[in-house]
């Protein structure tokens, strides 16, 4: 069989490269990308650098304080994820498949502090490999369609433009308000935002989680003051601490609020706000995936629901 001579020189990007380009474009942050793939960064950037070099044109603008696709880097993305997709199917084994889930969990919330969920994750099959990646619900869902995850537990759906996805409802998750102990709002029960109008919010970006975001941003259009808000710091702890000293509030979800500081406190919503803001939680997976192992894990995930 004759094979085109190109197909199997050393002219064509390779498997890592193609991981390492999507990692970077999903995260538009070379640190991020970096840890997603377990990697430090120096070697990731030379990646990036030899793909770039190997296709003879940029794939991403990259400036001091963002990166940014370039017209061809937004062209590769689709194709890159196709090439990645048919491995990734070409190398997993069809019938073992058939009794293996592969699942994602948020990293919004903590669901070892999710008692009935916790439970239920707990009774799944152990030949089940559930995965921890320090990933967003949006992420999540591009991996689902990507075929490299089952099944996926999100804080409230897509955003509307994925394509065959399917949602089962697990549970809601209420919101806390992380606010300065010395702020005289720490004195009462229940904290409403209205309490907080001095407080810039620490609040994450749109893409993240669209659904969640929007819904969000409906309440915050009712305030009597609008709020300022303030980009959050990608690490949480580093946040907490600028809160004990005074330099914002956030909302996180109750299993997020295990860290103790001096100078910072907890808070529930009273209880209009707190019913707008909780987080619904939903398993996701692939609209026509119907095998046996993936309902019954519906359906035990299902019973966490009160």
């Known amino acids: 069989m004759?094979?085109?001579?190109?197909?199997?020189?050393?002219?064509?990007?390779?498997?890592?490269?193609?991981?390492?380009?999507?990692?970077?474009?999903?995260?538009?942050?070379?640190?991020?990308?970096?840890?997603?793939?377990?990697?430090t960064q120096p070697p990731l950037?030379?990646?990036?650098?030899?793909?770039?070099?190997l296709l003879r044109q940029p794939l991403f603008s990259r400036s001091t304080h963002a990166v940014s696709l370039t017209e061809a880097g937004r062209a590769l993305v689709g194709k890159a994820e196709k090439i990645l997709a048919d491995l990734d199917a070409l190398s997993a084994d069809s019938l073992s498949?058939?009794?293996?889930?592969?699942?994602?969990?948020?990293?919004?919330?903590?669901?070892?502090?999710?008692?009935?969920?916790?439970?239920?994750l707990a009774l799944l099959d152990s030949g089940d490999e559930i995965d921890s990646p320090d990933l967003t619900s949006a992420q999540l869902l591009q991996c689902l369609a990507q075929q490299t995850l089952d099944l996926v537990l999100t804080g409230e759906k897509g955003a509307g433009d994925e394509q065959g996805v399917q949602y089962r409802w697990i549970c809601r998750e209420p919101l806390l308000v992380?606010?300065?102990?010395?702020?005289?709002?720490?004195?009462q029960e229940s904290v409403s935002l209205n309490d907080l109008s001095g407080l810039p919010l620490f609040w994450f970006a749109?893409?993240?989680?669209?659904?969640?975001?929007?819904?969000?941003?409906?309440?915050?259009?009712?305030?009597?003051?609008?709020?300022t808000k303030r980009k959050e710091p990608e690490d949480s702890l580093t946040m907490l601490s600028h809160?004990?000293?005074?330099?914002?509030?956030?909302?996180?979800?109750?299993?997020?609020?295990?860290?103790?500081?001096a100078g910072l406190c907890y808070r529930p919503l009273p209880d209009r706000e707190a019913q707008q803001l909780a987080i619904d939680v939903y398993a996701a997976t692939r609209r026509h995936d119907a095998r046996a192992v993936l309902l019954q894990a519906l359906n035990t995930l299902s019973d966490s629901a009160p």
């Open 243 to 261: 809160i004990a000293r005074g330099k914002g509030f956030a909302l996180l979800p109750q299993s997020k609020c295990a860290f103790a500081q």
């Open 97 to 120: 498949r058939q009794h293996r889930l592969r699942i994602g969990l948020t990293r919004t919330l903590d669901f070892t502090r999710i008692a009935p969920v916790a439970a239920r």
């Open 178 to 187: 992380a606010l300065p102990a010395r702020h005289p709002a720490s004195r």
């Open 2 to 39: 004759a094979t085109a001579a190109h197909l199997i020189s050393n002219t064509l990007p390779s498997v890592k490269q193609l991981q390492c380009f999507l990692a970077v474009a999903h995260e538009l942050n070379f640190r991020r990308a970096a840890e997603r793939l377990s990697m």
């Open 45 to 53: 950037t030379r990646q990036i650098q030899s793909l770039e070099a």
């Open 206 to 227: 749109r893409r993240a989680n669209p659904a969640f975001y929007d819904k969000c941003e409906q309440l915050f259009a009712q305030l009597k003051t609008p709020l």
